[in-house]
Every structure is written in structure tokens, then in C-alpha cells.
Nanobody, 112 residues
Framework: VQLVESGGGSVQAGGSLRLACSAS??????LRWSRQAPGRLREAVAT???????MYSDSARGRFTIFKDNTEEVFYLQMNSLKPEDSGVYYC?????????WGQGTQVTVSS
């Protein structure tokens, strides 16, 4: 299993980005987007549980949407109304089973 993120980049505040994670072989896993800003711990942003339910951090709720495609081999994070504090490296992960898998990360920079 190898997770590969794409879709990061630079955007102005208020803009949108869609991140994608190629995640073949992760059927039955929880799928998560996390982010890490400089000098801060990695934090969970959005998760799809194995039953399809979704969970969001307080900062992401209402602005971000996590979803996966019908093949369940790619999942996404749609980010709207971006703020400078959303900047960081975004990682996708397959969790809830052993072993866990993490991608290498994609940079998101939101300028004010």
C-alpha cells in the first residue's frame, strides 16, 4: 500500500483547494487527512470511518469536506473559505488497521 497526496499549492484567503490521496488497497481502513504547521504537532482535520461516517476538527467543520470516490481508491479533501491558519503540510493516512499507512504530504499555503 502506498498513499500519494496531490493538489496542494498556494491560494489566497477565501479561496479553495481540493486535495487528493491515491489510496489503493485501503478498503476497510479509516481514511484521514491531517495537517502539520511549522512548530506545531500534526493534527487530524477530517476522517472517514469504516462505516462511512465523517468527522471534522472544529476548525475544519463547515468549510472542509472529506469524501472518497466510488472505487474507494482515491479520497479527497475539499477545502473552501481557506484561512492563513490552514497553511501547513497535509498528510493522508489509512488507519484503524495494522499497519497504518501515511503519505509523504503536500504543502498548502494560504496567503492573507
Amino acid at each position: 500500500v502506498q498513499l500519494v497526496e496531490s493538489g496542494g499549492g498556494s491560494v489566497q484567503a477565501g479561496g479553495s483547494l481540493r486535495l487528493a490521496c491515491s489510496a489503493s488497497g485501503t478498503r476497510g481502513y479509516c481514511l484521514r487527512w491531517s495537517r502539520q504547521a511549522p512548530g506545531r504537532l500534526r493534527e487530524a482535520v477530517a476522517t472517514i470511518d469504516t462505516d462511512g461516517s465523517t468527522m471534522y476538527s472544529d476548525s475544519a467543520r463547515g468549510r472542509f469536506t472529506i469524501f472518497k470516490d466510488n472505487t474507494e481508491e482515491v479520497f479527497y479533501l475539499q477545502m473552501n473559505s481557506l484561512k492563513p491558519e490552514d497553511s501547513g503540510v497535509y498528510y493522508c493516512a489509512a488507519l484503524c488497521q495494522v499497519p497504518n499507512y501515511w503519505g509523504q504530504g503536500t504543502q498548502v499555503t494560504v496567503s492573507s
